[in-house]
């Protein structure tokens, strides 16, 4: 029988066993492979608000730290070329390129936006004969490979598509079917191991596209424009269900923000740079844009930066 002595120096050594025993260590958080900022809906036109609005954004997102790696620009880089005559389109390119070249040192890429097409509102023969209409002036303007492409950082693809189209004078949210077609190869294409980030200036899946409208319809259905949403969301979506390695998809469009989750795969809607079109925020979003970091392992975090 153990007698109190034994007791005691027995506890005592377990004590003392106990405090000099090393402290686990703790892992470091992991660093992101990649920090990306989203810079979408500038919507610059000439005027002292814009043009130094759209400076700052691109200067804050420059000295971001830490630092950023390169610029998304989510579309609707002008504020608008639809209904422009031709003089006015130049000079709000003019305008974009001038601050870009001011206030950016950073690679960037960029997706196009409804805005940024030229002519789809006017039914001139001189525009719509134009070489510079449609989607062309844009691509010229950005120096882009094509309307829709990809490129790879470290093990992810990043998935540019070109979300918008001409419709009767307007525009609808889809991809047409060579688009389709260029996806669903490059999709079977990326290696399992390689994390995919899809980028569209429309949102593919989201809630503020039902919210942006103010009233519903009389007999109470949401009103969501096919302008504000992918009408081919559910053809995207089931596609997407093939690849599990895809990891999220990156739009703007909506001027608000939301992070959706469907499928495995997260939605970010990323507000606007100009905000309300430049008159402050928009249904309580104010300018902002995301920087985002990608992990090696496919994990995504986004911060919302109100600049």
């Not at 090393?22 to 608000?49: E, I, M, N, Q, Y």
């Not at 390695?245 to 001027?255: A, D, F, K």
Request: aromatic share 12%.
């Amino acid at each position: 029988m153990m007698n109190r002595r034994n007791f005691l120096q027995r506890g005592s050594l377990a004590a003392a066993a106990v405090t000099v025993a090393p402290l686990a260590a703790t892992a470091a958080p992991a660093k992101p492979a990649l920090r990306v900022g989203f810079l979408s809906d500038v919507h610059v036109k000439p005027g002292a608000v814009p043009e130094e609005g759209m400076r700052r954004a691109f200067r804050h997102v420059n000295q971001y730290k830490p630092g950023v790696d390169f610029i998304i620009n989510g579309g609707d880089a002008i504020m608008d070329a639809l209904k422009a005559s031709k003089e006015k389109v130049q000079q709000q390119w003019d305008v974009w390129n001038a601050a870009l070249k001011a206030a950016n040192k950073l690679p960037i890429y960029h997706c196009i936006g409804n805005h940024d097409a030229w002519g789809w509102q006017m039914t001139e023969p001189e525009v719509r004969q134009d070489p510079l209409f449609d989607k062309k002036w844009v691509l010229k303007q950005h120096d882009m490979p094509e309307r829709y492409y990809s490129f790879d950082k470290t093990n992810w693809r990043f998935i540019v598509l070109d979300s918008a189209q001409e419709n009767n004078g307007g525009y609808i949210a889809r991809i047409d079917e060579p688009q389709f077609a260029w996806l669903e190869k490059e999709l079977r294409d990326t290696p399992a191991d390689m994390h995919i980030c899809i980028v569209s200036h429309i949102p593919i899946v989201s809630f503020v596209s039902a919210v942006f409208s103010d009233k519903n319809e009389a007999n109470g259905d949401w009103r969501i424009s096919r302008a504000l949403l992918h009408v081919d969301s559910r053809r995207l979506t089931d596609l997407f269900k093939s690849f599990p390695n895809i990891r999220c998809c990156l739009s703007g469009h909506i001027h608000m923000q939301d992070a959706v989750n469907y499928r495995g795969i997260q939605y970010y809607c990323n507000g606007a740079v100009s905000g309300n079109w430049w008159g402050g925020p928009f249904k309580d979003f104010a300018p902002a844009y995301a920087v985002f970091e990608f992990f090696k392992d496919g994990a995504v975090t986004r911060t919302m930066v109100d600049y």
